[in-house]
């Protein structure tokens, strides 16, 4: 074959539906040797591009993007392919639409604007072509300015020589075109002879100026959409974009034929010019694999960070035990010898610093999320709140010598601390080596439903389209969490977009970027709350980190499903396991919360009957004796199988969680005054949990003012 498409969009395009691996399995199967990924001025679609090329060897990948070109002088903002030649060039690439997202954004036009002056800068190992009709050279000629247009192209040519091309396309239709049965046939010929009639007048003028300057050119097809059948969807999808009926003649139509045509139906648009079918092939030739993904890179927060490490722990297994014991000593010296050995002092380190930021504004952290409550180093440090020898947690759960990299912390702190985080990130690491992170959304079946169906008000069609439209990229957030901490600035690494990461959590953590996630759990400011009332009123300060876990009342408390508010246990389904459970101690509560997960969901029954005696049972291993017989953590799975799999869940994280629960309910069943207050407060705002808690303060005698009728704008208890 010796053809490949070099203008594509994929679905990262705001106008592009192509799916990037069924854009490789096209490609595939059309023994094309290449192909390139070319969205509207972003580059957030390239490690997808990359990583799907690693399963396509036959094909080679090329980076590149359409950007918009045009500087704040200029009224006008014109279209431009630039492809990555090599390593060199993806830089390039990335430094340019850093530049563009920042200094190239006009007030009056928001789109990433590439100047002139840095495009002539920052042209190393870039191919360059002319795109499609929105480009400077094609513009011009449709304006009737030749010279300015020979001018335009010899300019490019002075600054990327031999890799700049000239590009013709021409969206001319062969056969029948499918439209959508509500579309309007005749607005859709006439804006498809309009474009045929401007795509041919330019391409006249490319030839021209092609010949003239000794320029090559190339042949695309300005590809949207994979095939051919998927052009009803994606103008189906512009419609809805742009909030236009699909027989509005005014809306803005693509010709159907932005697909990935073969080669043939490529050579048949051009039959006098075979060339520029072939010198697709010159481009492809002239680009190298490379590729992005790196190590992970952990700044460094201290000279040597294992000898702090080793004090800080020390210090803080002091602190936590008074006496240390000779086991807990082994332990600890254990895990630190791991840790340091494969590198993690930095890392830990940066963790407990983050804690300490947050401690230190009397802000909570959480006892430990996922599997970090499972190391003693942790807990001396002060970044988990539960002992793990005391609760039987498996450290190589946390980490162990065959994992790479450093173990994952992630940190639950209070909604106020949460939104500090990233503030006091970039004041410790450098303002441009912190960022957040883009996260892309899916239309859900329902809502791509309803949307086809508005646009095509027919049944069969709508559901053809739903099924293509729900799985196209619809929008983007901020990740929850996620945050991205590096030791170099990240504007030469990743693009940015708003000081954000356009590439996903996923590809940052391929390409070696350190990810912290920082969650924020308003319980634990729900907790404090309550216990500073209980010590205003009577002045005794409860800390809910060092409660009795066998309180009576407190476990009566779950016993009878008096929930509603609690952490976790306040659903009317948990409320209705634990009447039947009957929990005696706080271990069968651990058990309960971890068997909500799926996969594992279905062992409720059976641990309910056998603590009951209704079931019999024979405990195979002793690590199955706390769950009675039934395995449930993936800390029992380890021990005796040497590997976990996903019908089991974390221990650790389940003993955090129920801690938490615990504690409100602690409160609840000894302070319940207390308790309603810091609980209302705490979910204001949240109008469903406000009513179900406000009926069960009901329930047990506590009335409460509603936060318009007191002066604080808080709910306030009725003192009797
Ligand atoms: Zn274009
Ligand atoms: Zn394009």
Redesign the pocket.
């Known amino acids: 074959m010796s053809f490949v498409h070099l203008?594509v969009?994929t679905e990262y395009?705001t106008d592009g539906m192509s799916n990037i691996m069924s854009l490789f399995e096209k490609v595939r199967n059309l023994e094309m040797p290449g192909l390139a990924i070319?969205d509207?001025g972003t580059l957030a679609g390239v490690p997808e591009f990359l990583k799907t090329a690693e399963e396509f060897p036959t094909v080679k990948p090329i980076v590149g993007c359409?950007c918009w070109l045009g500087d704040p002088s200029r009224t006008k903002t014109y279209?431009l392919?630039l492809l990555a030649k090599n390593l060199i060039g993806y830089k390039n690439l990335v430094k340019l639409s850093n530049i563009a997202n920042t200094e190239g954004l006009y007030p009056n036009d928001s789109r990433p604007h590439i100047s002139a002056a840095s495009l002539a800068e920052h042209c190393e190992g870039l191919i360059c072509t002319s795109?499609?009709i929105?480009g400077e050279i094609p513009q011009l000629i449709l304006a009737g300015d030749m010279a300015a247009a020979k001018e335009a192209a010899a300019w490019y040519k002075s600054i990327f020589g031999d890799d700049f091309y000239l590009e013709v396309a021409l969206h001319r239709n062969f056969g029948p075109v499918k439209l959508s049965e509500a579309d309007n046939r005749q607005a859709y010929l006439k804006s498809v002879h309009e474009l045929n009639r401007l795509q041919k007048k330019a391409d006249a003028g490319i030839f021209e100026i092609a010949q003239e300057l000794g320029i090559k050119v190339i042949a695309t097809n300005?590809v949207?959409f994979v095939n051919r059948e998927d052009g009803v969807a994606h103008d189906v999808m512009r419609a809805i974009q742009h909030g236009k009926s699909m027989s509005n003649p005014k809306r803005i139509r693509y010709s159907h034929l932005e697909y990935m045509k073969t080669e043939e139906e490529m050579r048949r648009l051009f039959p006098e010019h075979p060339e520029v079918i072939e010198n697709t092939m010159e481009v492809l030739e002239k680009v190298e694999r490379y590729s992005i993904w790196g190590e992970l890179e952990v700044p460094e927060i201290c000279e040597n960070p294992k000898e702090k490490l080793r004090e800080a722990v020390f210090a803080g297994a002091e602190e936590r035990f008074g006496e240390v014991t000779d086991e807990i000593w082994e332990r600890l010296d254990y895990e630190i010898n791991l840790l340091c050995k494969k590198g993690c002092a930095n890392y830990i380190l940066m963790i407990k610093d983050l804690v300490d930021w947050v401690h230190s504004n009397n802000w909570v952290v959480g006892p430990g999320r996922n599997v970090s409550a499972s190391s003693m180093v942790n807990y001396c440090l002060g970044i988990t709140g539960v002992d793990p020898v005391k609760h039987e947690l498996v450290f190589e759960r946390f980490y162990n010598w065959d994992k790479d990299g450093v173990p994952s912390i992630d940190l639950d702190v209070e909604p106020a601390a949460q939104e500090k985080v990233l503030g006091y990130l970039k004041e410790k690491y450098g303002q441009d080596c912190v960022a957040e992170i883009t996260s892309f959304e899916y239309l859900y079946h329902g809502e791509a439903r309803r949307k086809a169906l508005k646009k095509l008000g027919n049944g069969e069609e709508a559901l053809e389209v739903t099924s293509k439209l729900e799985t196209v990229i619809s929008g983007s957030h901020i990740h929850p969490c996620g945050i991205l901490v590096s030791t170099k600035p990240l504007t030469d690494i990743i693009p940015l977009s708003y000081g954000v990461s356009e590439y996903e959590a996923k590809f940052t953590d391929k390409i070696g970027i350190l990810r912290l996630n920082v969650l924020q759990l308003r319980e634990l400011r729900i907790l404090q709350d309550i216990m500073y009332s209980i010590e205003r009123e009577y002045g005794i300060l409860i800390e809910p980190e060092y409660l009795p876990l066998d309180d009576k009342d407190t476990l009566d408390l779950f016993a009878r499903g008096d929930t509603v508010g609690v952490f976790q246990f306040g659903s009317e389904m948990m409320r209705e396991h634990l009447r039947n459970l009957k929990p005696d101690h706080f271990a069968d509560l651990v058990v309960l919360e971890t068997m909500t997960r799926p996969g594992i969901y279905h062992m409720i029954p059976h641990y309910i009957a056998r603590k009951h005696g209704d079931e019999s049972f024979v405990c195979e291993h002793d690590e199955l004796r706390e769950t009675l017989g039934l395995m449930i953590y993936q800390e029992q799975e380890m021990k005796i199988s040497k590997h976990y799999g996903c019908d089991t869940f974390p221990k650790a994280h389940a003993l955090c969680y129920t801690l938490i629960a615990y504690q409100m309910a602690w409160y609840k069943a000894n302070y319940p005054h207390e308790f309603y207050e810091s609980l209302l407060n705490g979910y204001m705002g949240k109008a469903w949990e406000l009513d179900a808690i406000l009926q069960d303060a009901a329930a047990h005698h506590v009335h409460l003012i509603p936060p318009d009728k007191t002066e604080s704008g808080l709910f306030e208890v009725v003192k009797s």
Request: proline fraction near 0%; charged fraction near 15%; include cysteine.
């Open positions: 203008h969009h395009s070319t509207h359409e279209h392919i795109a499609c929105g300005d949207h």
